[in-house]
């Protein structure tokens, strides 16, 4: 069992930034690739951006490109996802998920083990 914990959310306006933190605990951290994905009200969850377990390979939605990144700190179990030139379209509960391999990451059925979510409002 792997246990993701979200933390960072908040009320931020347009143009702001966040850092998104999940922490892991469980399981040895390295051994999983990690996602980001997030869930607007209404809508279906969508992929934000994933990291393979070494941290030297990630990808990310075209809708977030240039403006997100995420790293992981494997030392300290925790992967991040800086949230940089908000927008009110960015507003959603995001989510951080595990996974054994780098495969289908963007697909949010291939990951095990979820976090409970934190919630990001931009406001125009």
């Known amino acids: 069992q792997v246990q993701l914990v979200e933390s960072g959310g908040g009320l931020v306006q347009a143009g702001g930034s966040l850092r998104l933190s999940c922490a892991a605990s469980?399981?040895?951290?390295?051994?999983?690739?990690m996602g980001w994905f997030r869930q607007a009200p209404g809508k279906e969850r969508e992929f934000v951006a994933a990291?393979?377990?070494?941290?030297?390979?990630?990808n990310y939605a075209d809708s977030v490109k240039g403006r997100f990144a995420i790293s992981r700190d494997n030392a300290k179990n925790t992967v991040y996802l800086q949230l940089n030139s908000l927008k009110p379209e960015d507003t959603a509960v995001y989510y951080c998920?595990?996974?054994?391999?780098?495969?289908?990451?963007?697909?949010?059925?291939?990951?095990?083990?979820w976090g409970q979510g934190t919630q990001v409002t931009v406001s125009s």
């Open positions: 469980g399981r040895t951290f390295s051994n999983y690739a």
């Open positions: 998920a595990a996974q054994r391999d780098y495969y289908g990451i963007a697909v949010a059925t291939g990951y095990n083990y």
């Open positions: 990291i393979s377990w070494s941290g030297g390979d990630t």
